[in-house]
């Protein structure tokens, strides 16, 4: 049995005079390194919390003599009389309010439900796709009673969206009775997540999924798989939140989307350019030409099926190696740099400019998007290829270099504190400068962090307010806890920004924890 199990089977009860027949648990995650990069393909470093969301499920009863809404046993919904609904209610009351979606896999959210049912509607169409994808039907006969209970703070960045979204899903396919695997969820769920709007990757819901207690977990992705990464001993990782609300996805342009935009396009920009490299010579506008007729010829490179940066890193590094004379630096990392610099070299580029310089018009080029990003195209922003994949290069291979240090064993326990602490702060730096996803509260707790004795400390999560990671040696998180509460969080509880019992799920330490389970009851 898992904390808050008896409990919420309880709650069920009495808000719908039956028992649930299955409750489910999905984790929220901090990243401690990898920010904005599963997206691109590349590997992660998260841990699961110990904060979770559950969601408490079953067949709404038959009442004797009663007509049911749906009528007459069947699995298919076609057949019904009735539309099949989904009854959903939260314990936290009215802060997420009642009510009920309409089932059918192209279902809609109503524009007066809540905003919060749209994740569950969410999981319920991926679990539909899922289950049409293995053959398994989807029983219909009866309505569908959930209640969710979770305390991952939203807008946080530790992906209290996503651990609903799996919660849902595990509840959904255990009523329904379809087996999935933790890596076939963490796909379904990380697609269907994109129904809300976001294009993210899928950390979070693989980590969510996959956790192991006391480890934290590399995440990688085409499949989706998670190896443990046993961190140093006496690391302690505070988390703490920074009072600005993380608004990643406001909006269909939101910023979320225009930094996947600005990756794929800068991915398709580079596979471009590299696919003539053989050929190149510098152009007036300082872009290495594309015009030669060798394109498609390194590395087979066709920029309209290139979706993620990972997929130009080795012609990247070729094209490096290969130049005349070559960059002085051997590090990949170095490489990288001196190759993304020198092919994409402008501060920022338009929409025109990118169809340009792929021999394409604008409308072809945006036909090739899917509707968030060519939403995020619409605004006409400055897209600012060269920063975006600096970082994302650059922060890959921290991902690479943390679990190296974790892992090498002539390096003392400090030292790899100290080493994880650098890398840390180096990703921040990365993630303010070059992703500019950070702000002005994110970049002021960090700081307090490292005025107070952190090793290394981050934003975590997608950023723009939410949370931040730091790490600590064991002994000092308890006076490293109590300076930041004093310097950060006391001046907002007297200016009445903060409730002092806010507190303490704003500012936290927390362990690995396991990942998301399922309880049939
Ligand atoms: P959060 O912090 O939950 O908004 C988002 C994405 C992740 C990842 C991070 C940035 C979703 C569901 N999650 O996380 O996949 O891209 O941003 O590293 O879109």
């Known amino acids: 049995m898992f904390p808050h199990q008896q409990q919420l089977a309880d709650q069920f009860q009495q808000q719908y005079g039956c028992p649930p027949v299955a409750i489910a648990r999905a ?56 539309q099949q609904v989904m009854r959903i209610a939260n314990v936290q009351q009215p802060l997420y309010p009642s009510g009920q979606l309409e089932l059918h896999p192209s279902s809609q959210l109503a524009p007066d439900s809540p905003g919060w049912f749209g994740y569950i509607l969410a999981a319920y169409k991926g679990c539909c796709e899922f289950a049409a994808a293995q053959q398994q039907p989807i029983p219909s006969s009866s309505n569908i009673l959930l209640l969710v209970q979770g305390d991952v703070p939203p807008g946080g960045g530790l992906s209290s969206s996503s651990a609903l979204v799996v919660a849902a899903a595990l ?64 690391a302690a990782f505070v988390v703490a939140n920074c009072l600005a609300a993380s608004h990643k996805a406001e909006t269909a342009a939101s910023r979320f989307n225009l930094r996947v935009l600005e990756c794929r396009l800068a991915a398709m920009l580079l596979a471009k350019l590299l696919s003539a490299h053989s050929t190149a010579t510098s152009g007036s506008s300082g872009h290495v030409s594309s015009s030669s007729s060798s394109e498609g010829s390194c590395a087979g490179l066709d920029w309209r099926a290139v979706n993620v940066l990972k997929a130009v890193e080795a012609a990247l590094l070729k094209f490096a190696a290969a130049q005349q004379p070559p960059p002085a630096a051997t590090q990949a990392q170095a490489q990288l ?58 922060e890959s291979q921290r991902v690479l270099q943390f679990a190296q240090v974790c892992a090498d064993a002539s390096l003392s326990d400090a030292a790899k504190l100290s080493q994880l602490g650098s890398l840390m702060d180096a990703s921040h730096a990365s993630c303010a400068g070059l992703y500019e996803c950070s702000c002005a509260e994110l970049d002021a707790l960090v700081g307090a ?73």
């Not at 402008?346 to 080029?365: H, K, R």
């Open 27 to 82: 984790p929220g995650r901090v990243n401690l390194i990898g920010e904005h990069i599963d997206y691109m393909g590349y590997g992660v470093m998260p841990l699961a919390i110990t904060q979770s969301c559950h969601a408490a499920i079953a067949w709404e009863p038959r009442r004797a003599g009663v007509q049911t809404a749906i009528g007459a046993d069947s699995t298919d919904c076609q057949h019904t009389q009735q």
């Open 171 to 234: 509840a959904l396919l255990a009523l329904w009775g379809v087996p999935a695997s933790p890596a076939q969820v963490a796909e379904l769920t990380c697609s269907c997540e994109r129904y809300v709007g976001t294009q993210g990757g899928g950390m979070d819901q693989a980590v969510s999924l996959m956790a192991q207690p006391g480890v934290a977990m590399h995440v990688e992705f085409n499949p989706v798989h998670a190896s443990p990464v046993r961190l140093p001993k006496g």
């Open 337 to 394: 740099q001196w190759a993304v610099e020198r092919l994409l070299p402008q501060a920022s580029y338009t929409l025109q400019q990118v169809a340009e310089l792929l021999g394409c018009c604008s409308n072809e080029l945006l036909a090739l998007l899917p509707p968030p990003l060519q939403a995020a195209a619409a605004c006409g922003p400055p897209l600012r290829l060269q920063q975006r994949a600096l970082h994302v290069f650059s």
């Open 449 to 521: 962090a490292r005025a107070a004795g952190a090793l290394g400390a981050r934003l975590t999560g997608a950023g723009w307010g939410g949370c931040v990671v730091a790490l600590l040696p064991a002994a000092g998180a308890p006076a490293f806890m109590q300076q930041v509460a004093q310097q950060f969080y006391e001046p907002a509880v007297a200016a009445g920004k903060l409730a002092r019992e806010q507190l303490q799920a704003c500012l936290f330490m927390t362990v690995p924890a396991r990942g998301a389970e399922v309880a049939l009851l």
